[in-house]
């Protein structure tokens, strides 16, 4: 894998796409950008045929997606920024660990919005089964 790109969004496929999905959608863009195409583009092709070929392998689309959901938005922080946990006093972090996920964390106002948004949702249901 060169470097990062959405390889989904080269393709235009959503990211929970079949592989007959990534298969269809590449068919597609290879037709589109193809060198020998009048508007072909070789540069376009090579990305395509890239995210092809990460994509519809099992193993290297597991790799692809950590590093892409897990790794990269810690990766692309400026190192000098501090977060806003630090210079805002008021604002406390919430991690939480699951067994099957990695550690995450929640601001106190994410955690707070969440929770009233399910103290509405939950209102809301017991009023349409009364």
Do not use: C
């Amino acid at each position: 894998m060169g470097s990062i790109g959405n390889y989904y969004r080269i393709l235009d496929v959503p990211y929970d796409a079949t592989f007959f999905e990534i298969k269809e959608a590449y068919r597609k863009k290879v037709k589109e950008v193809h060198p020998d195409q009048v508007k072909g583009n070789a540069e376009q092709f090579k990305r395509v045929r890239e995210a092809y070929e990460v994509l519809k392998n099992v193993e290297k689309r597991k790799r692809y997606d950590n590093l892409l959901f897990y790794e990269a938005p810690y990766k692309t922080l400026n190192q000098k920024q501090e977060s806003a946990a630090k210079t805002n006093p008021s604002m406390k972090i919430v991690k939480i660990k699951s067994k099957t996920r990695k550690q995450f964390s929640l601001s106190s106002v994410t955690l707070n919005a969440s929770l009233i948004l399910i103290g509405v949702l939950r209102n809301t249901y017991l009023k349409k089964r009364k």
